[in-house]
């Protein structure tokens, strides 16, 4: 019986399960045993619905999207559930009657530790959409033990600890141990009458878990499979078995490992063949049962490779049709090409993956023999065919200075390749992959990244969704409807209503981080706010050097004191565990704020927070109270960004850089409605080709920046080490690779214009209209439209209305 059916017949069944699984009554329950029951009787009304979609396939079939991805950063899920199933209102009415709250019972259920930025919640949003727009696609990664990791902030430094999110049962997946494959390591390779014998030194388990993704509504139920690494039946010679159990687990036990010393890049490696390997196994093996032919599996699949860590996918494929099923290897590359799009997400070369052959080879020796071959024949192409020179042809290989090409390898094996910003695509024909856009100008193209509005309108920001379902309804089926909004700028009433939206959006913020970190924020001072993953080229070390010129200016300045509009400042970030100069940036930031906060001249108009352990469901507190949207990357660094959109579908405005997305945002609300400072992308490129970029200069000439640089080894900081900060001044000074003191006054100067504007409230309100206006744009339902056109070629799948269960 549909537990769910109305709101007593769940009342009942409610009281029900908590008796039999806790025996315990209502009065006796606590939060979380009243978590665990809903969770539980969600979970199987959406089963139900997710068997039927399982059968229609079945039944069916008709092509679907494999979406690899190393992360996805889904949030709470039974946020996303209870709306998608159209529950909210009935549990939420049935909870009021039980005396129960049902947001501080969703507050039970963790973060799942699958991510930490935004590749992953971009992956998680691709879901939702996929789904709420009745596509049939399907996620595949790895069922991290522990995640990234909870980050802790000790005397000012961050400090690592297990993220151990499934330390209760994850109420939604199921662990389907008849679909467990073994996965083969190291080992040697023979060949004999022409077929390869593989010989591994050792097989993983890979058993698979599935969580459902509903869309919205609609009785459609897709999977994100995830992969868990268990011992197989075999140990290995000389193996100690407690040893060897721990080894094998730590393959998914944590988020990208410290690959600084060869025994993390090993590991990464085996990570990412793991989750590649065994869906593309199990992929393949239900394909090939189904249809008896693997041929026409280009008719049924696509899969897409999330940046650069899936892209074993492609010999993975490679090796299976020719080694397993016996095809030839012109029929293998061409289903391989035929099946794998590429979605490249970053121009840092650090981050397009390279991996040194002595440790490739040892550790996938069958797949490094593919890759080989792969490589022979495409370089000779290069060189017989087209005529290429052979130093070009050592730029353009996969295999070189013995290395393998992770980017090189998803572009030849791929028949898309894809930016996820105009601007980004642009960077990559006409910079960092011009070679191979030269030889493959068909495969390019450019699908702007969006968040789904789901989640990070309607659901965090409830009251701004009301007036948005008054004002252009049908919003939230369709946000391109939100442009009609625009006709609200001028209306007085509706600017006011917005205001005191923010205004009680911040107040709850303000009593979390008072309530968290004893730090009191001015709920009518301006929210600036940077949330994003630590890294330099995102320039949270700028903002810092800002901030200081501010205090400085607060202290000295009594004009600039008059005029200025209360600030407080808010960051949440995370820094990898190996990323030492990231979390140096940490420190400082946190030592800023412990001067600034206490210091009773300025403590009105200027504060500091850090927050600590910040995450997806943080961010659903943090984006609806945001003002000042920061988003300032260095200029051609950041591929897209998806906190830009979120901020601004919330009524932010964006204070950034011509980088990524915010160049789309530009175009769309006009130069009025935000503020664009500093480089752009081509006087970066043009700076960095001169190779005549001099810190030093900047800091002699601008007597405010050298100040603010010199601070940081001053002793200004109580409590702080002198050479505390002696790194990030030197490397300031001698290199300043992302042009932090190039773009400092240009950000100043920014600043100040903002703090005029705030002074203006009608304009402000204006802004924020036509910025929550244009923001449907940046909806994950248009950037996965666009993904069906030009590149996956669905068609919707349906369910018969009579069988939803919502």
Known sequence: ????????????????????????????????????????????ALNVQWRKNLEKTQEKPQKEVHYFSMEFLTGRLITTNLANMGLRELVREAFHDFGLDLERIE??????????????????????????????????????????????????????????????????????????????????????????????????????????????????????????????????KDKDPIAYNEEIRNISAFLYPDDTTEEGKILRIKQQYFFTAAGVRSILKKHFERHRTLENLPDYHVFQINDTHPALIIPELMRTLVDDYELSWEKAWNITNGVSAYTNHTILAEALERWPVSFFQPTLPRIHQIIEE???????????????????????????????????????????????????TEILKKHEMKEFYALYPDKFNAKTNGVTHRRFLKHINPELSARLDEAVPGWDKDPMKLAGFLKKKDDKKMRAELARIKKENKKRLAERIKREQGITLDPESIFDVQIKRLHEYKRQLMNALHILMVY??????????????????????????????????????????RVVNADEDTKDLLQVVFVENYNVTYAEDIIPATDISEQISTASKEASGTGNMKFMMNGALTLGTLDGANVEIAELVGDEHIEIFGMDADEVNARYE????????????????????????????????????????????????????QDLRSYAKAHERMNERYKDAESWQRSVVVNIAKSGYFSSDRTIEDYVKDIWKLKR??????????
């Open 690 to 741: 001169k190779g005549d970029y001099d810190p030093r200069t900047v800091y002699e000439n601008d007597k405010e920046i050298k100040n603010v640089v010199d601070m940081l080894t001053s002793g200004f900081f109580p409590g702080v080490r002198k050479d505390e900060f002696t790194e990030i001044r030197d490397k300031l000074l001698r290199e300043d690779r992302y042009f932090l003191l």
């Open 107 to 236: 507050r039970q259920e963790v973060d799942p530790g699958l991510g930490n930025g935004g590749l992953g919640r971009l992956a998680a949003c691709f879901l939702d959409s996929l789904a709420s727009l009745s596509y049939k696609g399907h996620g595949n990664g790895i069922r991290y033990r522990y995640g990234f990791f909870e980050q802790a902030i000790e005397n000012g430094y961050q400090v690592e600890k297990p993220d151990d999110w499934l330390k209760d049962r994850f109420a939604y997946e199921i662990r389907r141990d008849e679909e467990a494959l073994d996965i083969p390591l190291g080992g040697e390779v023979f060949h004999e009458n022409g077929k390869a014998r593989y010989e591994p030194e050792e097989k993983i388990r890979a058993t698979p878990y599935d969580i459902p993704i509903p869309g919205e509504k609609n009785g459609i139920v897709n999977t994100l499979r995830l992969w868990n690494a268990e011992p197989s039946d075999t140990l290995p």
């Open 552 to 593: 400085n200016r607060l202290k000295t300045d009594m004009a600039f004191k008059k005029q200025y509009v209360p600030h407080s400042f808010i960051f949440g970030a995370k820094a990898a565990g190996a990323y030492h100069y990231a979390k140096k940036i940490i420190k400082l930031l946190n030592s800023i704020a």
């Open 374 to 424: 792969i490589n022979r024949r495409y370089c000779a192409h290069l060189l017989d065919e087209l005529g290429y020179d052979e130093k070009k042809v050592r730029r353009l290989a996969i295999i070189n200075d013995g290395e393998v090409r992770m980017a090189h390898l998803a572009i030849v094996g791929s028949f898309s390749v894809n930016g996820v910003a105009k601007l980004h």
């Open 797 to 806: 799948f349906s369910i018969d209305d009579r069988e939803h269960i919502f």
């Open 1 to 44: 019986m549909n537990a769910f059916k109305d709101k007593e017949t769940f009342k009942k069944h409610f009281e029900d399960r908590l008796m039999k699984r806790y025996v315990a009554s209502l009065d006796e329950a606590s939060e979380r045993q009243a978590y665990q029951v809903l969770a539980d009787l969600l979970s199987e």
